[in-house]
């Protein structure tokens, strides 16, 4: 399944350094694959993927699909960024639990009007940049 794509005006404000493995991803992303690594070895998957599988430590990763819905396990918005992200500022950033047991940090799409409920759906969403893709969960209820 692929993930919506938004186009977002502008550069990304620091975008992701990239290495020949973490490229795959980037790549996919910019096409709505949101994609990681899972073990071959101990079929656990990560993420941010890795090329080191973090619990056995084997390097025999493929890369999968993994699960892009999930609940807000936690928020909060940024109102003193970062000098990179001052010009975004107050943003959300948001901690969610994705269907399939990973826990992951992104920027929460979320609406303007105020709070958003622990425990609201979250749908992982990808923001295409004029310069590449940086993918956010968007708050669904
Ligand atoms: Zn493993």
Redesign the pocket.
Known sequence: MSLEIVRTAGSRSYPPRLSTFSQTFWEALAQGDWITTR??????QTFPPKSV??????C?QAWVPFASTGRLYSWTRVHAAPTAFAPEAPYALGIVDLEDGLRIACRLVAPSSGEVAIGAAIQMIVLQHDDGPLFAGKVLA
């Open positions: 073990c071959r070895a101990c079929d656990k599988c973090p619990h056995c430590w084997k025999e």
